[in-house]
């Protein structure tokens, strides 16, 4: 009788030990999976707000091209007006994807683009007027893409 309870107990402590090396490893495969998942997400997260800058940055340029070749012709406030467009645009993709710091870099320099843009500035040149937030911006979107 003994030796059928033995292998018993045996049979038992075996099975327990199985499931819990099983539980164990699954465990840790599950975390490893997610660990995994996160990473991959956070990846396309920065390719997204990357080229989401270099859109932004792309139509800056269009902006600061349209302003200094302003001759207030039909064609020109059509393109100037689209150019707008796709920089309010972005600048509100930019307060979806990025923290609100960058997007009140982004929010000022749009607004400074669009008033050279519609505006002669008053005092200084067009690149006074748009230095200060543009290099603001840039170099927060530098430091942002850093981290």
Same mark, same amino acid.
């Given at each position: 009788?003994?030796?059928?309870?033995?292998?018993?107990?045996?049979?038992?402590?075996?099975?327990?030990?199985?499931?819990?090396?099983?539980?164990?490893?699954?465990?840790?495969?599950?975390?490893?999976? /997610?660990?995994?998942? =996160? #990473? !991959?997400?956070? *990846?396309?997260?920065? @390719?997204?707000?990357?080229?989401? %800058?270099?859109?932004?940055?792309?139509?800056?340029? /269009?902006?600061?091209? =349209? #302003? !200094?070749?302003? *001759?207030?012709?039909? @064609?020109?406030?059509?393109?100037? %007006?689209?150019?707008?467009?796709?920089?309010?645009?972005?600048?509100?993709?930019?307060?979806?994807?990025?923290?609100?710091?960058?997007?009140?870099?982004?929010?000022?320099?749009?607004?400074?683009?669009?008033?050279?843009?519609?505006?002669?500035?008053?005092?200084?040149?067009?690149?006074?007027?748009?230095?200060?937030?543009?290099?603001?911006?840039?170099?927060?979107?530098?430091?942002?893409?850093?981290?």
């Amino acid at each position: 009788m003994w030796p059928a309870i033995l292998s018993l107990v045996g049979v038992l402590f075996g099975g327990g030990l199985s499931f819990l090396v099983q539980t164990t490893v699954q465990r840790r495969v599950e975390r490893n999976e /997610q660990s995994k998942l =996160a #990473a !991959e997400r956070a *990846d396309a997260r920065r @390719v997204e707000q990357l080229e989401l %800058l270099r859109q932004f940055i792309r139509a800056g340029q /269009q902006a600061e091209r =349209a #302003a !200094e070749d302003r *001759d207030d012709t039909a @064609v020109w406030r059509t393109a100037a %007006l689209d150019v707008v467009d796709e920089l309010w645009v972005c600048e509100r993709m930019i307060h979806v994807l990025f923290a609100s710091s960058l997007h009140e870099l982004a929010r000022a320099y749009v607004k400074a683009l669009d008033h050279v843009l519609w505006q002669e500035p008053v005092s200084g040149s067009l690149w006074d007027h748009l230095k200060g937030p543009k290099v603001a911006f840039l170099a927060a979107a530098r430091d942002e893409m850093s981290r």
